[in-house]
Every structure is written in structure tokens, then in C-alpha cells.
């Protein structure tokens, strides 16, 4: 018989081929590997890669009925149980994970996982600045003892905290404000960069339990197909919206937190996913989008961002957002190492298919660290001649002139671009249209420079009577766009109205509007703080004088810096 390293070897060759053949010899393989233990802690993390691989790809009802059960019991090999230590940050079930979490997720860990969740001590260098923390955070009833007793800031914790606490749970909660001093507290709480230690339990997220088992198994028959993806047909597919009930999006929301801790990730997105604003899409080969909208209070000023899952046969196989404005739409795509070179193109259009519908977006845009600036794993991959290969183009002329070089380049067989090429490249953003082409696109309107020219707005008028300076914006607002109160409106609607005031003071006189404006205006602005934030968007998109005004006012302001 074979080595286990050798029949590992042959299941990893045996990944993309399928058929009746392939699927009898992956299934003898599977057998031989599932009881016997491997030599290596990397070829235990192989073979759970072939089984997630094969999960969201599977040959036929039998393979993945067995590859299901290896990974519901991968946590009791013996290998893996030898090797846990050595697999530490895997993601694998049965293993722990040590990272920096936003506050928010270490709450959300707290909730779900109980005692694993604790403070890496060993990791935290500066003690005494905790310590001087809690001095701030504690009630002015305790501050003398903080300041009079020189005890550590574990054994302060630890005191502190009561019997159903842990050290990570309290710390986490210590830092939850109410109203202004919320982001405040979040800034210092960033600030000490806290390491958390996720001990594994039946509860700790892990990649070996991603699975959402789908109705209809899309099972693989002949080869996956790798061809590039026409855009401009792929946009035209017919897709299914579905807009999920609470309890479904929670374990949406969850299923999103979950994928990033197991990859000892945050993001915003999912951080501050609102289970209000979900929405599962259909599309084909097996592929679902998972659309997850965030939280009023954590929402950008003008752009709207929906987080979003990939998910392949009901395993995640990626992760993204799509930040959306002026009908277009910055698309930023992750597909896990397990799966990459497997249907990329595939999955990429179906993403690119689902914000055009969702946010009726008709020109789409690829950041620089996305495609290789400050992204060493980007450039390694190729990810330029990903975007380039599907009509991606740049629109900086040094830009447009060094990529035609490089296409024309390309013609001759053999030819690959040099890093320092792809490096070249990446520090310019790619554009593909399904229309004309326009300049008033994400991120060519920059709306941080939207955002400064508010600064030197409210500074003028305002000085350091900032807030008293956002609330006289509001009022004059109201009575710019005759609205006698918003006191009925809901507490996300004021929010966003208050937030947006200095904003429209500062772009255009609204008092020189046609009254139709002022009203479109209205509705726009009550929308950002709406459940469904792609609602806004399709508002601000459909009003022509309000987008004028903030694409020349960017412009203007980027132009008095230049």
C-alpha cells in the first residue's frame, strides 16, 4: 500500500478532476486517510483542505457524505490532537486562536463562547498602560485605590471582573459607552491593541464547520470550468433576491462573524453587520451571495457598503464589500486560499452581477492594494491580469500607456509581467463599464476630499463650537427644505439627517433648488438612516442636481489642494 503521504498527494492531484473514475479513487483514498494518522501538522491542514475543497465541490452524494463526516469528526484525529499546538491560528476545529479583535467581536466571542475567550496575557508588552486605562474606565469611587495600590493590571482584572466574567468579557464590556463617548472609548480601546486568546471548544468558530448544507447539491461532473467570464453577458443572468426573516439573518450574521475569526480577521462590515438589512442572492453552478448591510450608526457619510459572502454549495468560499455610489460600485473580492484557481472568474461575475442589480450600479472599480499596492500576496497571485483578463483598465494616462504596453506584451507566448511591472500598475485603481464611460465614479469623486471640504466649512463658520455649529446646520436646513420637525422620524433617520447637514451647507445653497429637489432631497437624506441602506442609494443615484453638487465640490476641493 501506498504511503499516507503519497495517497495525500494523490487526492490533492485528483482535486479538479472529476468524473465516475476520479470520484471512486478519491473515495478509496478518503478511506484509507480517514483512520490512520499523518506524520506532519502541514499534511493534517492539507487533507482538511481537500475535504473543505471537496465539500464545496463534491462528485457525487456518496464523496460528499463522507467528506461531511471527516470534518464533523476532524477534532478527534489523533494527528490533529498531536499537532494542535503546531496548528494554532488554522482555523481547523480542535484548535486555538490568538488575535487582536475589534471590541465588538471580542463581545460578540464573549456571548458565544463563554470561558475560551481570554486575554493573551503573554502577549500584552505594556501592562502598566492598561493599568492607567482602567484608572480612566473605573467609577471615581475606585480611582484612589487604582491610583494608591501598585497591584498589576491582571490582578486588578481580576478583581474587578465578577465570578461569571472572564478577563477578556470584562474588558470588552468596560469599554461599552453610550451616545458621543462611544467612539472615543472604541479609539483608546484601538489604540492598546488587546490580544485575546480563543481557546477551541464546541463553540469557537472554526473553518471545519463553515457549512450551510443548500437544498440541491450542485454536484461536479466534468472539469470546472476556468475560461474567462464575459461581464457584459454575465450581468444579464437571471438571479434570485431573497430577503431573509430575522432569526436567518442572525445566523447570516453570525455565519460572517464566524468566517472572520476562524482566519483571525475583523471587518468592518461584519463587525457592525445589522441583521435588519440581509439578503441571500441565487445565482448559478451553486453559487450564493450572501448581502449584509451595517449598522445606522457605523454606516459611511455618502457611500453605501454592504459586506457580502460567497458561498459555494453552502461552504464559504470568500468574502468582500461592495461600497456603492453615483451608480457605481468599488468591489473589493477575497476568495479563501482553499479555493483559489477554482471557478474564480465564476464567482468574481457573480458578485459583479449582484451589485449591479442590487445597487443598479453600471460602473465598477478594483482598489490598488486589491490588485498589489502594499499587497506582496497580491502581485504574487497575478490579481492585475485577474481584473485585466475580464476588461478591467486603468484611467490615469501613465497608467492606460504602461498597461497597453504590458497587454501588448502578453500577445507573446511565455511572456509574464515582472513584480516590479505589477507593482507599477497597482498603484492605479481599474474601471470597467457596462456603459459609456463617465468620470463621476467611485473613486474617481473622492468623497474623503468631499469630507475635508466640510472640515474648512465648519472651521470657517465655526471654529471650535463644532457641534453647536452641526446642530445651527440642521436647523437651517429644515427651514431651507421647509421641514417644520423630524422628531417623528425614527432615531436612525434623525442621526443621519444631523450627520449630513453640515455636509449639504457646505456643497449648495438648497435655497436656489426647484422645490421637486428640496423634496427628493428630503427623502434622500431620511433614507440613510433607512433598515435597508441600499434604499439611500438608489435615492442619492436618481437625483441629478444633488450628485452634480457633490462631484463638483470634491473636485473643487481636491483642486485647492493640489
Sequence with gaps: MASLRTQLERLESLRETFGASAASEKLQLLADLEHRSLGRAAEVERLHEALCFSRAWPDNPKLLATVNRMLKNFSSRADLTRFARALENSGIDGTDIRFKFYRVTALWLAQRCGESLHLDWRQIEDKDRLSRTLESLALFSERGALRQYFYDAPDWIDRMRNEGETDAAFLARLFTAPGPGAALLDHVYDELEIPFHLSAAATTPTRTQEYVRPKAIQYQRRSIQRSVVDLQQAVNRRMRFEKVNRRQATRWVDLAKSAMVARSRDLDAFAYASADDVTRVHCRHGIQIVLIGMLPEKRYLLECEYGYLMLRNGVVVGYGTGTGLFGSCQIAFNLFPTFRGAATAELYASVLATFHKFFAADTFSVDSYQIGADNDEAIDSGAWWFYARMGFRPRDRDAIKLAEAELRKAQKKGYRSSKDTLRRLANYP????????????????????????????????????????????????????????????????????????????????????????????????RTKGDVHEANYLKLFDAHPRLRRAIAAFAAKTAASEA
Design 430 to 525: 481599474l474601471y470597467f463599464s457596462l456603459g459609456r464611460k463617465r468620470q463621476d465614479v467611485l473613486p474617481m469623486v473622492c468623497t474623503d476630499t468631499v469630507s475635508l471640504g466640510v472640515l474648512d466649512y465648519v472651521s470657517r463658520r465655526f471654529g471650535s463650537q463644532r457641534e453647536d455649529g452641526a446642530r445651527r446646520c440642521s436647523r437651517e436646513l429644515a427651514e431651507a427644505l421647509g421641514v417644520d420637525s423630524i422628531a417623528d422620524w425614527s432615531a436612525d433617520e434623525q442621526l443621519m439627517w444631523h450627520r449630513l447637514s453640515p455636509v449639504i451647507a457646505a456643497v449648495a445653497d438648497v435655497t436656489r433648488w426647484p422645490k421637486a429637489d428640496r423634496d427628493a432631497l428630503v427623502a434622500v437624506l
